[in-house]
């Protein structure tokens, strides 16, 4: 039986194709072998449809935002207080745009691939197709569409006079979040990133990959300039291993932490 949304997951969404998109990412996320195909026949609406609908190329009826709607869980009432689209929401109303760019920041924060789709543009014979992405970051074409769509209304991602996607970020700040916002953002990111490496340890050969660590003991109170020659290294590590077109994204891993409990 299909999970249905609570109400705190309904106010976050800031039109009824935005609310489709994210149920889609998290079901996505909760299960690798999820696809449109499962949404839309949960759902019990065509695939093709389902997908237009999704990636803004068919109008979303007030009848089918109710049937659909009525399909995740939904109150007629919620559904009536929720656009249909973020066009019809921001035509009424300059707040309800600023709440879905902020939305999309907070995604791409906290959702490892946004990075990647990034850096994958730089990498040797990229093309812009949104199953290509998919293939290569092991991630589903609905997740890398809608990453596409967010980057592009970011403004991270452009396409040039070819329609070709290029990497329109700078050196990858996002800073239109509240400061514990943007730490849930990063909470969240990093969660991920270490269940990827988990995964890149069990899969990945070890002339591909590298994994160590080392246990010391630590003075506290040096943390600061700790984390300052961290942040040096990382820094230094990508200006001087970073070539113009490469054949892979890699991700860097640092992680720094006290094992012993604090005396209380």
């Known amino acids: 039986m299909e999970p249905s949304r609570d109400r705190r997951k309904i106010t976050t969404a800031t039109s009824f194709r ?5 149920e889609l990412v998290e079901r996505c996320r909760a299960n690798p072998n999820y696809s449109l195909r499962s949404f839309a026949r ?9 997908s ?15 049937r659909l709607g009525s399909a995740l869980g939904l109150s007629t009432d919620q559904l009536h207080r929720l656009p249909t689209t973020d066009e019809v929401a921001g035509a009424t109303s300059n707040l ?21 789709i990034l850096e994958l543009t ?7 197709d949104a199953l290509w992405i998919s293939q290569r970051l092991g991630i589903t074409k609905s997740e890398a569409n809608i990453a596409i769509e967010r980057l592009l209304r970011l403004e991270l991602l452009k396409k040039n006079a070819q329609g070709k996607l290029i990497d329109a970020s700078e050196a990858g700040e996002l800073t239109s979040l509240e400061p514990q916002t943007s730490s849930d953002a990063a909470r969240k990111y990093q969660v991920q990133l270490l269940e990827l490496s988990k995964k890149a340890v069990q899969e990945i050969p070890l002339e591909s990959r590298n994994h160590t660590s ?3 003991c630590f003075e506290p109170e040096d943390l600061p300039q700790a984390i300052a020659r961290i942040t040096e290294f990382r820094r230094a590590f990508a ?4 070539p113009r077109k490469a054949k ?6 640092i992680s720094f932490f006290p094992l012993s409990k604090t005396k209380g």
């Open 42 to 50: 949960s759902l019990q609406v065509e695939p093709s449809a389902l």
């Open 214 to 216: 080392a246990t010391m």
């Open 96 to 116: 309800k745009q600023i709440q879905a760019l902020t939305l999309d920041t907070f995604a791409v924060i906290s959702d490892w691939y946004h990075y990647a």
């Open 18 to 22: 935005r609310l489709l998109q994210e």
């Open 248 to 253: 892979e994204v890699y991700q860097m891993q």
């Open 52 to 66: 237009q609908m999704i990636n803004g190329k068919r109008p979303i009826t007030e009848k089918m935002k109710l």
């Open 239 to 242: 200006r001087d291993f970073q």
């Open 122 to 128: 730089h990498v040797q014979g990229f093309q812009s």
